[in-house]
């Protein structure tokens, strides 16, 4: 499993910054990097997604009712 160095120092930026206290353009490198490692990670099949429940298009009010319930557990998949 690859490892990614900007993970580390963007997870030391928010365990000790308030963004209070952070200048806007940090705060947007910091998501950036995020964003690049997230997807290199997505992209390399290193991180997969949960899948709770999948509800054909018909039943998507069922659906956003379960998700409104609270009580998923991993992501709700709408299929056409």
């Given at each position: 499993?690859?490892?990614?160095?900007?993970?580390?120092?963007?997870?030391?930026?928010?365990?000790?910054?308030?963004?209070?206290?952070?200048?806007?353009?940090?705060?947007?490198?910091?998501?950036?990097?995020?964003?690049?490692?997230?997807?290199?990670?997505?992209?390399?099949?290193?991180?997969?997604?949960?899948?709770?429940?999948?509800y054909?298009?018909?039943?998507?009010?069922?659906?956003?009712?379960?998700?409104?319930?609270?009580?998923?557990?991993?992501?709700?998949?709408?299929?056409?």
């Amino acid at each position: 499993m690859a490892t990614f160095p900007a993970t580390e120092r963007i997870a030391r930026f928010v365990a000790e910054a308030t963004l209070d206290a952070v200048p806007p353009a940090a705060v947007d490198v910091a998501k950036t990097a995020f964003m690049d490692c997230l997807s290199v990670a997505l992209a390399g099949s290193q991180i997969t997604p949960v899948v709770d429940r999948t509800y054909p298009l018909s039943e998507v009010p069922e659906a956003i009712r379960y998700l409104e319930d609270g009580k998923t557990q991993g992501k709700i998949v709408i299929t056409v």
